[in-house]
């Protein structure tokens, strides 16, 4: 997390006060009732999980565009359906906790409005498209004593944690040089649409720096959240070039590579592409290099490589997932990861203890993606205060 000691014991007590304020008092036998904000096509994804899921009931789904609405409400058929969210939050006193899923910049309108009711809520990444509206998301947790989970669900991926685990162990030594990258399509064409002010022009929202903030925040940000969580060091300086090779007539753009540097010495690289759709085996990869070693994730597993010998080492990783839980899954969102998300977010519910994701990681990994944003429009270098803290 970058934080001075002062803002730690601040944020610190922000966390815990949310956890322990969340807890589902009496409750412990009873299904945890959803209300669901955005049901497009990752909300579908989410509520294909939930459904299989008997300690959580969804009592309740909000959208504004009925075929969406619509298809959601087949996951949760006894559901009460709601085109406007604050008709919602005003009207039912049965909900324990919201779950947002809406496009990234409505994130913390939705994410505010639910704790200011006294709501808990589990956000999907990334937290806001700017960082004074992360910040007015963590003042609504303070606030409200309520539970904030922002969904990294990356973290929760059975190979990524023991990956993590691997590093403290100091399995490749010390933590010199990491690299990611995620080669892809371009965003799903059927997504929601913006009438963009500026244009009167229906838009996909990701397609538009003000609803979808960056191409990194949407994806790319899960390896940067994950890779940036197992260096655990303080950011330096981020820079990043990038712009439309490809897909021209947008405001996001379709490629970047971003250099993080670290106080501690560190370099991280991360590349996205929204045009290699079929980049092969390797189009979504994480590798650490140590002073003793190299890590990877190759299929399923951890692989070692030391610095001084040829021989690899595989750690398996076992998935712990029942397999029924995915076998209907809507789409291909790692749902396995939003298994585990749920789970975690059940826990914290239950029994008061800190998620996973804090509300401050969520904000480190949106400043680091909005900086490398900076950085490849103002093709300069960006220092870690060049946003506000």
């Not at 947790?141 to 539970?147: D, E, H, N, P, V």
């Not at 990043?240 to 590579?257: I, L």
């Not at 993606?369 to 060049?386: F, I, P």
């Amino acid at each position: 997390m970058q934080t001075n000691r002062r803002s730690f014991l601040q944020t610190a007590g922000v966390t815990a006060l949310a956890a322990a304020g969340s807890a589902l008092d009496a409750q412990t036998e009873k299904p945890i009732r959803l209300a669901i904000v955005g049901t497009g096509h990752r909300g579908w994804a989410h509520l294909a999980i939930l459904k299989n899921m008997p300690q959580y009931e969804v009592v309740a789904l909000a959208d504004p565009t009925p075929a969406f609405l619509d298809r959601g409400a087949t996951f949760a058929p006894d559901a009460k359906t709601y085109s406007d969210y604050r008709k919602m939050l005003a009207e039912r006193g049965d909900i324990d906790a919201v779950v947002v899923i809406t496009p990234s910049f409505l994130h913390s309108e939705v994410t505010v409005a639910a704790l200011n009711k006294g709501l808990p809520v589990l956000c999907e990444k990334p937290m806001a498209t700017t960082v004074e509206d992360a910040n007015k998301m963590i003042d609504a947790a303070r606030k409200s004593g309520k539970l904030l989970y922002i969904g990294f669900q990356k973290r929760l991926a059975p190979v990524t944690s023991k990956m993590k685990e691997l590093v403290a162990a100091g399995e490749i030594g010390q933590v010199a040089m990491v690299t990611g990258c995620n080669y892809r399509g371009d965003w799903n064409p059927e997504s929601w649409k913006y009438t963009d002010p500026k244009t009167g022009v229906s838009t996909n929202w990701r397609y538009l720096t003000y609803t979808e903030g960056s191409a990194l925040l949407e994806d790319g940000i899960h390896e940067l959240d994950a890779l940036n969580w197992m260096i655990g060091s303080k950011i330096a300086r981020v820079t990043a070039a990038g712009g439309n090779n490809v897909f021209k007539n947008r405001e996001t753009v379709d490629h970047v590579s971003t250099i993080v540097e670290y106080e501690s010495g560190v370099k991280l690289t991360f590349e996205l592409s929204l045009f290699a759709p079929h980049a092969g085996p390797n189009s979504r990869r994480m590798m650490l290099i140590g002073s003793e070693g190299v890590m990877t994730p190759e299929n399923g597993r951890v692989a070692l490589r030391s610095r001084t010998s040829n021989a690899v080492k595989y750690v398996e990783v076992s998935d712990p997932t029942p397999r029924d839980i995915t076998a209907n899954a809507v789409g291909s969102a790692m749902d396995n990861e939003t298994y585990q998300q749920y789970l975690a977010f059940e826990k914290s519910l239950r029994t008061g203890q800190a998620p996973p994701v804090s509300p401050e990681d969520g904000k480190t990994a949106i400043k680091l993606v909005l900086l490398a944003e900076k950085s490849l429009r103002a093709h300069r270098v960006m220092t870690w205060n060049d946003l506000p803290a």
